[in-house]
């Protein structure tokens, strides 16, 4: 009796969700931190996406926060300026191309993109500031934490595109693409970068 529930018991963890803990290191093995993960189901997503974190990037204290931010495709980014000095905002990505003229202190702009990609922003006044989104198609990605890792769930099982993005990976685009099955129960993956 015991082996006739065993097939439908199986069967219903297969279709439960998953998760995948993605762990992200450069070539030495030392953990890297800020970098982009996705999985993307094989044949696209088409449901709603929706992520725990605001699309917003502030100006604070001369610097992007945050500095990397995911957004999902066809989102509107709002960039408060936090500072008392006036930023400008610029991109010349090939996923959005804008400028906003410098725009001081409680003062914000909003742009939107629709185009999947990343967008390195920039400040014409302060040099050093670098701030960079990746635009997805996805619900399932996130950034690596200070140990390089991230947890991606609710996932079915099934094909992936497993994508890995840094602004110093030295590949394509800053991306390493990976093909992935994910199946039944919890994985964990290691990639490793080369960086700049
Ligand atoms: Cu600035």
């Known amino acids: 009796m015991a082996f006739a529930f065993a097939v439908p018991l199986a069967a219903a963890?297969?279709?439960?969700?998953?998760?995948?803990q993605v762990q992200v290191v450069d070539e030495r093995g030392l953990p890297v931190r800020d970098a982009v993960v996705e999985l993307t189901p094989t044949g696209g997503w088409r449901g709603a996406i929706r992520f725990a974190w605001k699309p917003a990037m502030a100006q604070?204290?001369?610097?992007?926060?945050p500095g990397?931010?995911?957004?999902?495709?066809?989102s509107s980014v709002a960039f408060p300026n936090l500072d008392t000095v006036r930023h400008s905002v610029y991109s010349f990505s090939k996923a959005a191309r804008f400028?906003?003229?410098?725009?001081?202190?409680?003062?914000t702009r909003t742009q939107n993109f629709p185009i999947v990609g990343t967008v390195a922003l920039g400040c014409n006044i302060h040099d050093q500031m670098r701030g960079y989104i990746r635009v997805v198609d996805t619900p399932?990605?996130?950034?690596?934490?200070?140990?390089?890792?991230v947890s991606l769930s609710g996932l079915t099982a099934g094909?992936?595109?497993?994508?890995?993005?840094?602004?110093?990976?030295?590949?394509?685009?800053?991306?390493?693409?990976?093909?992935?099955a994910v199946?039944?129960?919890?994985?964990?993956?290691?990639?490793?970068?080369k960086l700049r």
Do not use: C, M
Not at 60 to 65: L, M, N, S, W
């Open 68 to 74: 990397t931010l995911i957004v999902a495709r066809g």
């Open 183 to 193: 199946g039944a129960g919890a994985s964990r993956q290691k990639i490793a970068l």
């Open 60 to 65: 604070k204290g001369v610097a992007f926060v």
């Open 159 to 180: 094909g992936y595109q497993l994508t890995v993005w840094h602004p110093r990976a030295r590949t394509p685009g800053g991306e390493l693409k990976r093909v992935l």
């Open 99 to 107: 400028e906003f003229d410098l725009y001081g202190r409680d003062q």
């Open 13 to 20: 963890w297969a279709a439960a969700p998953t998760a995948v």
């Open 140 to 149: 399932f990605a996130g950034k690596t934490d200070q140990n390089g890792l």
